[in-house]
């Protein structure tokens, strides 16, 4: 079984390029299973419905989130939709799984895959330098308590390095992958732990490269020199699509391979 998870999307010229490369990206490569993060989809900030539905119409087949989930506040509307009705396209639409009792949504979803095989999908948030929300580690024991399905990947949105390599290590053999988001810098240590989990610390931004993090370089610079607040814009350069493939036993759930992608756009995207 082949997972494709394409790292934090970025605006419009991040979707752009998951618009332009995906349908070749899963052909080319056998890809049963779609998972990305889109949690910075909206402009750079949040992610809408509409977003949402635009992702699953490209054969996104579910989406993770972060620290970001509700900076478009119309996102909680739409996650309500799914309350009772676990066949709604919202149900595949997760944020962390660590957010306090009572937070809108979901942090785990279950399905098939294309090859009609059981599959988990956990999303996870870290504590370093960021907001004290619940242990994801013990978040994550409870949930694997329930999940039934072997193949089981964990989004672990952190900002910290050594919190995701240690959620890495702590979930090896009861997982089959565990895969950072946030940092928006694609990390070259993807490997298979050794009993069995993928790993890789960031798989890095799907979006404008030519940037800091995402946004014109101009705007975050004088944000640094003088201390003064500014708008942030989503740039435009140098666009490429991060991911990372996960080829894994069926049966067992255990990665065999773990394969860093990178590439760039066909042409330039417009803003967002």
């Known amino acids: 079984m082949r997972i494709l998870f394409i790292g934090d999307i970025f605006g419009r010229p991040g979707r752009t390029i998951v618009h332009e490369r995906l349908p070749k990206l899963v052909r080319q490569h056998a890809i049963d299973l779609v998972i990305a993060n889109g949690e910075n989809s909206a402009a750079g900030f949040g992610i809408t419905s509409q977003i949402t539905e635009e992702l699953f119409r490209l054969g996104v087949d579910v989406i993770t989130t972060g620290n970001h989930i509700w900076d478009k506040r119309e996102i909680i509307d739409y996650l309500n939709m799914a309350d009772g009705n676990p066949d709604s396209p919202a149900r595949r639409l997760i944020r962390p799984a660590n957010f306090p009792a009572g937070t809108p949504g979901w942090g785990v979803y279950e399905g ?142 255990q990665a065999q391979s773990i394969e860093r992608i990178g590439l760039s756009a066909a042409e330039e995207p417009s803003r967002r």
């Not at 004290?132 to 039934?148: C, G, H, M």
């Not at 069995?196 to 640094?224: C, H, K, L």
């Open 112 to 253: 098939k895959s294309r090859g009609d095989v059981p599959f988990a999908v956990i999303n996870l948030q870290g504590r370093v330098f960021m907001t004290s929300i619940d242990d994801p580690f013990r978040a994550a024991d409870q949930l694997l308590e329930k999940i039934q399905a072997k193949v089981i990947l964990v989004d672990f949105h952190a900002e910290a390095t050594s919190e995701k390599a240690a959620l890495g290590w702590y979930l090896d053999g009861r997982v089959t992958a565990v895969l950072g988001t946030h940092t928006h810098v694609p990390t070259a240590d993807e490997r298979i732990l050794p009993k069995g989990t993928a790993y890789q610390t960031d798989v890095g931004m799907t979006g404008p490269y030519d940037s800091v993090i995402g946004v014109e370089t101009n705007i975050i610079v004088q944000r640094f020199l003088t201390q003064m607040p500014a708008r942030f814009e989503p740039a435009v350069g140098n666009v490429r699509l991060c991911a990372a493939i996960i080829e894994c036993d069926p049966q067992t759930g």
